[in-house]
């Protein structure tokens, strides 16, 4: 599975959320075409690695819009986290309300994004065989993973 390129889009877009949140509203459209084709390029690694049958392939893609709508929110806030970190993080204001309040959001964004999976997980067991449902999450955890990565290596830890 080849998702480096698409990795580090996802990171750039992230990275770069927070400066082009403060452009005017006409950088507005880059950002949304940005995240057209970072949907696109997920979509189609999904695609070329669920391995569906024509019938699937008719059932999966409704569902898998549907979760990925979601997530979008979840990543949404993800973004709305990092910039919150990192404006204080540069303006050597994290404070320990600071500190909590980013804390408690990530613990919230991690429990919702567990109760989303679940939430699917019918949904998703509806239209395919588990073996399947289970190569879907798999595909969206490695993904998640190199996310991840990226984002740790980029985001500086708290200070003491």
Not at 131 to 146: C, D, F, G, P
């Amino acid at each position: 599975m080849r998702y480096r390129p698409l990795m580090l889009a996802c990171v750039a877009l992230l990275a770069a959320a927070p400066a082009m949140a403060q452009q005017p509203a006409a950088a507005t459209p880059s950002m949304d075409s940005l995240r057209a084709a970072l949907r696109a390029d997920k979509r189609q690694l999904v695609a070329a690695n669920m391995i569906l049958t024509t019938q699937e392939n008719a059932t999966f893609w409704p569902v898998y819009d549907a979760y990925q709508a979601d997530l979008t929110k979840l990543n949404t806030r993800t973004v709305v986290a990092i910039k919150t970190y990192a404006d204080a993080y540069n303006a050597k204001a994290v404070t320990d309300a600071v500190a909590s309040q980013l804390t408690n959001e990530y613990i919230s964004i991690e429990s919702d994004r567990v109760a989303l999976m679940k939430a699917y997980l019918p949904k998703f067991n509806a239209v395919l065989p588990p073996t399947k449902v289970a190569r879907y999450y798999q595909i969206e955890s490695k993904l998640r993973a190199a996310v991840n990565y990226e984002l740790a290596d980029a985001i500086p830890l708290m200070g003491q």
